[in-house]
């Protein structure tokens, strides 16, 4: 049973920057592509970066230069780095991965900017 336990959110100020950190279990997510998504209230959930395990990553436009996604397979963890936050970041932030026998959610970190 693949368990994905995020953390790392909090309440910032514009511009300020937090570490969001998501720690897989039950299996090595080594080889496996890692997302970061997020949902903001009265909106849909978006996804914001994704890195595969050879480490190529990449971020959607919003994001783009401000959010860094990494990972640690030594650790089964992944990181995003959130910059210069904006307000329209506040959200309710996941990781997720997908492997052959099925798809993984945490149970999200909120990122609050005001």
């Known amino acids: 049973h693949v368990q994905l336990v995020e953390s790392g959110g909090g309440s910032v100020q514009t511009g300020g920057s937090l570490r969001l950190t998501c720690v897989a279990s039950?299996?090595?997510?080594?080889?496996?592509?890692m997302g970061w998504f997020r949902q903001a209230p009265g909106k849909e959930r978006e996804a914001v970066s994704w890195i595969a395990g050879s480490s190529r990553n990449d971020h959607a436009g919003p994001v783009k230069g401000r959010f860094t996604i990494s990972r640690d397979n030594a650790k089964n963890t992944v990181y995003l780095q959130v910059n210069s936050l904006k307000a329209e970041d506040t959200a309710l932030c996941y990781c997720?991965?997908?492997?052959?026998?099925?798809?993984?959610w945490g149970q999200g970190t909120q990122v609050t900017v005001s």
């Open positions: 039950g299996a090595a997510v080594t080889c496996y592509c």
């Open positions: 997720a991965t997908t492997m052959s026998w099925g798809s993984y």
